[in-house]
């Protein structure tokens, strides 16, 4: 079974400077996909960033990177110019891929962000 | 394009009782995820159904089930409510079940509380 480790549970970051998110993951899988969620005080889970784990180029989405190390199993993601709307909850997922996949996410625990003006 | 709606938005439950909660997946989608989110166990995999089948099932006890109609809504029950059951239940779509460039998108989650 996947697991997911996100050992920082909360983090702060003063507007317009940047943070990194820790992740960690353990599996046997070769193939399969890492992903960033954010959930906001909605409650609203939206997708930041994905990362295939047979790329080896780090996924970037505007203000959002990732630092995927694969051989450490790390997926770190780093916001640049936070800004107040970036608060919320941020968890990592996992999802396998190849033959006999499905949709299921594994998730961590999570880790709360949040913004200082 | 209307994204993945939810329903009810709020429940309140007392033990013992049963529920059904209703999840519409955005248009053309056809697979359709539960998870079940309390602030102690976090994020966790209820089922996942894909034209009509359950395709995938996460540890959860018999209590807790669900099925997928034909327009690709999906609803699921939990039966014999435990206190423990309250939580916030989030409901995801993609395209298919698994697909390489499939992106899950969630609902805004149905907040159930068990008295």
């Known amino acids: 079974a996947q697991t997911v480790t996100q050992s920082q549970p909360e983090m702060s970051v003063q507007e317009a400077e940047t943070v990194t998110l820790s992740c960690t993951y353990d599996t046997s899988e070769s193939d399969y996909y890492l992903f960033w969620y954010k959930q906001p005080p909605s409650r609203q889970m939206i997708l930041v960033i994905r990362q295939e784990a047979y790329k080896q180029q780090n996924a970037t989405e505007n203000r959002f990177s990732v630092n995927f190390q694969k051989a450490a199993k790390s997926f770190s993601l780093k916001i640049s110019d936070s800004q107040l709307g970036d608060a919320a909850m941020y968890f990592c997922?996992?999802?396998?891929?190849?033959?006999?996949?499905?949709?299921?996410?594994?998730f961590g625990k999570g880790i709360t962000l949040s913004v200082r003006p | 394009k209307a994204g993945v709606t939810q329903t009810p938005r709020y429940l309140i439950k007392t033990r013992g009782q049963q529920v059904t909660l209703s999840c519409s997946p955005i248009s053309g989608h056809r697979s359709v995820s539960w998870y079940q989110q309390t602030p102690g166990q976090g994020l966790q995999f209820l089922f996942e159904?894909?034209?009509?089948?359950?395709?995938n099932k996460g540890n959860f006890p018999g209590r807790f089930s669900g099925r997928q109609f034909s327009n690709s809504r999906s609803e699921m029950n939990v039966s014999t409510l435990e206190l423990g059951d309250s939580a916030l239940y989030l409901c995801?779509?993609?395209?298919?079940?698994?697909?390489?460039?499939?992106?899950?998108?969630f609902g805004p989650g149905t907040r159930l509380t068990v008295l």
């Open positions: 159904y894909f034209s009509e089948t359950q395709r």
């Open positions: 997922a996992y999802r396998s891929r190849g033959a006999g996949a499905n949709s299921k996410l594994t």
């Open positions: 995801a779509s993609s395209l298919v079940s698994g697909g390489s460039t499939d992106t899950q998108y």
